[in-house]
């Protein structure tokens, strides 16, 4: 089946009164981009985003749009759009009525396609859900469904960690995982024969996302944290040198103000592996974390990105 997505352009006081008509003649699922709200959640969220793709907010900025999709069949929808929309009235603001036809007959999970299994190193293999296990090889499988959150291994910052945590994991260890997303490093791990691995993110979607992932790959007692990390409590939860690996896919900002707290939760002769470091930040990021007492072992790049291993030197407690 193909849909017509009707788009509704209006201003800043026009995408409550819009949705309400919308709302009030059927129309319940609705899209709406708020210039306004783009830049609080920016704006407000600056310790954990280290840029804002190129053009995005150039191409949201003053755009305050509300949209829904009816099948392609349905009569006049676009005109039916119009007029009630025109005969609003009253101080209601102005509004311009598009429509686009999507080919796609399962939009909602045409994203789908874009995800195909992901073998990393020599012992990891990413498999979407979905997708038929064509032979593991002897890799650990981590079985995920992208769509629920983000860390699906194919970003370089996600793809690095895994990299490390491939070669450096042996069994019986400990591992961290902050910024956790998806959950696939943490995941990961245990399933390369770690004997524990704690998750934490801060955003309730990434925390749950990483508890039904554990759970997907046989580990739903996994120990997942929903939690601010500029925050201490957190910190006294992880507890202080108990973590053989400390995988952090931060921003190079929050990798810096949180370096003395990540050292902290590292065994004595433990590893970081810290990602979400754009390359010409990662010497920046060096330095702060060798101020902590960790050292420098190798630093990766991908696609503009940077991880870097570091470990604790064992003197220094």
């Known amino acids: 089946m ?11 006081g026009g995408v409550e009164p819009v949705c309400a008509r919308l709302q009030a003649m059927g129309h319940d699922a609705l899209e709406i981009e708020d210039w306004d709200d783009f830049k609080d959640f920016v704006e407000n969220r600056k310790p954990y985003w280290q840029l804002v793709e190129d053009g995005l907010a150039e191409s949201l900025r003053g755009l305050y749009r509300v949209s829904f999709y009816l099948p392609e ?14 005969g609003m009235g009253g101080d209601a603001p102005p509004v311009r009525v598009t429509s686009s036809v999507s080919d796609d007959a399962d939009w909602a999970g045409s994203w789908k396609k874009y995800y195909k299994p992901i073998a990393v190193g020599k012992r990891v293999l990413i498999q979407p859900e979905w997708e ?13 469904e992208p769509g629920v959150s983000f860390g699906t291994g194919s970003h370089a910052t996600t793809f690095m960690c895994l990299e490390l945590l491939d070669e450096w994991t042996p069994p019986g260890i400990s591992v961290a995982d902050l910024g956790c ?53 957190v910190w006294d939860t992880l507890g202080a040198a108990r973590f053989d690996i400390v995988c952090a896919n931060l921003v190079s900002e929050l990798l810096k103000t949180l370096a003395g707290r990540i050292a902290d939760i590292m065994r004595p002769g433990g590893r970081l592996f810290a990602s979400g470091v754009l390359e010409r930040d990662a010497g920046d990021v060096r330095r702060v974390l060798e101020g902590r007492g960790l050292v420098h072992a190798e630093t990766r790049t991908r696609d503009g990105w940077a991880a870097l291993h570091m470990t604790k030197n064992k003197l220094y407690i």
């Open 132 to 144: 038929p296990l064509d032979g593991a090889d002897g890799r650990a499988v981590f079985w995920c």
């Open 73 to 86: 069949d349905t009569a006049d929808a676009l005109e039916q759009a119009r007029g009630a929309l025109a």
């Open 2 to 12: 193909k849909w017509i997505k009707i788009s509704v352009e209006t201003t800043r």
């Open 181 to 233: 997303g998806s959950g696939i490093l943490s995941v990961t791990a245990l399933l390369l024969g770690a004997s524990e691995a704690v998750a934490a993110d801060i955003d309730p979607l990434a925390a749950d996302a990483a508890r039904r992932n554990a759970e997907r790959n046989g580990f739903p007692g996994m120990a997942v944290l929903c939690a601010d990390l500029l925050c201490g409590g």
